[in-house]
């Protein structure tokens, strides 16, 4: 049987950096990565040359943007590779940097997620298999669609459901790094600009630029660097699946979402009632209260009313999206999936200032991405 | 006054099936394992991986799982608001398109037929285009 990450040698993350997730500016690319790279590898107290592979996610820029940006940090020379994978690619990213270091084959490895606004073309639509109104059809759309049946379903309202962006933009008013910081009122989230179904505006999240960076550390390589474990957060599990054909196919992300958190819980030893902490793929409120229920942090249609009962607020029971989420800190696609490490890592360092879960020892983080495929890392405090 | 052509050939026909002969049919295909999907394609079977692929004609019919009114859409050739909707074919396959007819009594589970709509493809020429609406209104 194949090993999973935790029967393999520890992994850490030993530094976190970002770049404020923004909307589109003349800033380059280059510029909003470097800021990241070098803030985490000052928040690990490493020197570039001491990072032995990089790995770079990015779904919207051109062919091999990596090294044009790392060489600023001098070019030592170490093995880049590009991780493209949708809304998921800094997940992935961050997967693979875990695995060649849990394997032995580097100590200190970066993963950085860089990304600017730009004209997007799902390969799917190159299959040559068309259906009957592809061009109807927005990401926003299909997660309407979703709102729509969730509702019918549980018996919520689109009030009831607006309610996950109230939280995530009171979460992000507290996280410099996010998109938007600013606290909203219920009634200001659903006087917004219209989208679709139930969704306005600010209940959708932003389209922008932004740049997340985590090094991933054997204990070996930071001992070498003269650094301990004290500020390092275990990796403990690592899930990484596809789409396959479901009852229900249109709750596919849902489904996903439920078996990809099952193999990463039972492969951390834990279950989701230990978990402090998520940041999950909440690019639309209703996707948090569908997530929140396939990953068994409470049973299938009481979202709603925990939601309502604050145990998903922090300093609840469990912090969902303490960062803002997708929907207040933003979606700049490549740096997502590694700034959720970055916030889960800062929340068990204790480190999260005043959006701070209390005592947060336990923490995951999730993303889904267009194909569909599915993150989920479990993290540890040390 | 001569029928427009179909805008989609490929996906569906004005005629009917023998279940719904009224109701324009679908283009899906079924697998040598039973599965059955839309639209059809030749890669291979999404359930089994076979390449043992027919073509089958769907009926025009199904239930509603989900509806959204769309305020804002990015695409060019579309103006909104348009409504959306997720329908489960009688026969077995999910299909997501536009829809049209009374908005006002969409709900999940609503029975709901095929019917072709004037459009004009996109150098204006008149086409037949297919849509779902609630049956019998």
Redesign the interface.
Known sequence: MAAVLRNLRPVYVAGIGFHRYQFASATTYVDLGLTAVRAALADAGLAWPAIESAYFAKALLPMAPGRAMLRHLGATGLPIVHVENASASGSAAFRHACMEVAAGLADLSLVVGVDKPMPLAPAERLAGIGGLADDAFAPFTHFALLADAYAARTGASVEDIALVAVKNHRNGARNPFAQHQKERSLEEILGGRKIAGGFTSLQCTPVGEGAAAVIVASEEGLRRQGIDLSRAVRVLSSAGRSQRLYEDATRYDAMLTQETTRIALAEAGVSAADLDVVELHDAFTVEEVEYVEAMGLCPDGQAVPRLKAGEFDIGGRCAVSPSGGLIAMGHPIGPTGVGQIGEITRQLRGEAGDRQQPDARLGLAHMVGIGAVCYVHVLGAV | METPPLL?P???RAEGSAARPGQPALLGGVCACG?VFF?L?A?GC??CGGVDLQPRVLSGAGRL???????????K??EAP?T???IRLDDGP?????IEGDLGAL???LAMVTTLVPVADAEGAPRLD?RFAPEGV
């Open positions: 989609k490929g996906l569906y599965h639209p394609q890669y999404e359930r799982l989900a509806s959204a009114r769309v305020h804002l859409h990015p695409g050739g579309r348009f959306v909707g997720s999910i299909v997501r398109t536009l709900h999940p589970g297919l």
